[in-house]
Each structure stands twice: as C-alpha cells, then as structure tokens.
C-alpha cells in the first residue's frame, strides 16, 4: 500500500503542469513497485530459469 509521502513526493517531482493522466500513470507505477517490494518480502519471486521457462511459453505463443 502507498504511503501519502510517497504520492506527495511523487506530486512534487511532476512538472507544474500535468494531466491527470499522468498522474495516475506515476501512481499506478509507485504502486505497482510496492507491490513487487512485497513480493520480493515474502518470498514470491522466481529464479531466473523458472523466468527463462515462463518467457518461453510466451513467445513460443
């Protein structure tokens, strides 16, 4: 979950013009890499073979 900060300071670091649009894109990313943080946390990561094996089924599509 995001933390007020974080989208504050993600605010503060757009130029003073900006879409909302682009706003919702920077915090879709901020969450997006907590959530990987939290993964990475508790474990829920693959090797990089099991990576490798699931690209292959996806370009092998």
């Not at 504050?8 to 879409?19: G, I, M, T, W, Y």
């Not at 919702?24 to 508790?42: A, C, D, P, T, V």
Request: charged fraction near 35%.
């Amino acid at each position: 979950m995001l933390s007020k900060e974080k989208v504050l300071d993600a605010v503060k670091n757009l130029p003073e013009r900006f879409s909302l649009e682009d706003l919702f894109e920077r915090i879709i990313l901020l969450q997006k890499i907590e959530i990987g943080l939290e993964q990475s946390r508790n474990g829920q990561v693959y090797s990089t073979q099991e990576a490798r094996e699931k690209l292959k089924k996806w370009l092998l599509k």
